[in-house]
């Protein structure tokens, strides 16, 4: 799983009837503390997750594997809201 | 999924025969902007997609997960077409 | 899937038993006009491809979608010859 | 698989019903001397590894060939700790 | 599948119980002559490959196409021992 943060909001009419109502969120990859890095990316979200959000994402088939994206054309699903992060016993981020 | 932008077309005779039929895109990767970046690939388009279209590719077993393109030889998919985009609030794609 | 250019063969004595009569062609990924870059790969030829064509390649369990391909232990599949490629309304590549 | 270190922890209140119970830990790809480089990302331990093990991890639908996380949204697991790495003869890593 | 070479092995006493007895060989990828980049991975070995030997490695859900990893929590197979490779007509490898 990618640690990642919700930075986005994706809107599209026309898509593969599988994914009506689905919650379609764009993602920035991060480092262990929650700094963004690299391109965005996009993954359903199951959990109403918000926008700043420090979450994990599963990808591939792995994303499939939730009620809400079974058999859909997705390959990447918001899993966990990350509450915190602990690096080598340090308290390294900490949801506000 | 990955946000990308439809840059063109391709043209195969000799191919898998379960591909008869099948639109195959050229695309490339795009930030939240719609700025491509990176290399071509390319994915089946079951929206009817044109060429200069924004849109989201879901890969890997993700991309046979649709009607036309299940048990195909195939590892990605065109499976919504962006209307627009929204990073922090912000409105940073719209289809004209 | 991935453009990519034949650039060779391989041979194996020693292989998964799935494996014997499978023809496993080395290749490079390329750009919209037919230009390599970056490092071979090896993926299962089903449609009698040779060295110079340009093809496009299927991975992951993509790659096993084919009669030729079920069940293996392969990742790559060459599933089409390419013909031409049109980027922007222009034919950048066209097979002699 | 990967090489990777063991480096940190995660908390999750709001999750995927079926990771209730799953430790979700950090970790960083190493070299096979065990050093890390690259970014962090998270795997499902399965075998109770503790921060600063060496591990291997399979990923994508090897993830969830364990009894606990069969059917997860996950995409990598720890599958086994290292005791020691050799490369070319030489003793490279050794669990302390 | 990715042309690799066999560069070292992992021992592991903690493993997921469908390892047991599964050799897990150190590779690093290679370009079509055989010379090493990048860092390493581990794949399973069932074709008694040894340190020095070129091979074939298959990711992904392919790894597990082997009647000795299949259900396995791995994600990368050896399937086949390189004898030589040819580019645009030339022995550019060749076992010894």
Redesign the interface.
Known sequence: ???AKV??????????E??TGRK?L?LR?T??TGAP?G?????VD??D?G?GDLV?T?????????AL?K???????I???????????EV?YCKE
């Open positions: 799983m990618l640690i930075v986005g909001t994706t809107v599209s009419t026309i898509k593969d599988k994914l379609l764009i990859q480092d262990e890095f391109k965005p990316y996009v993954a199951t959990l997750a926008v994990l599963a990808h591939g088939s792995g994303g499939r594997q939730t994206t058999n859909s054309p997705v390959d990447a699903v899993m966990a809201v990350i509450d915190h992060l602990q690096v080598n016993g390294v």
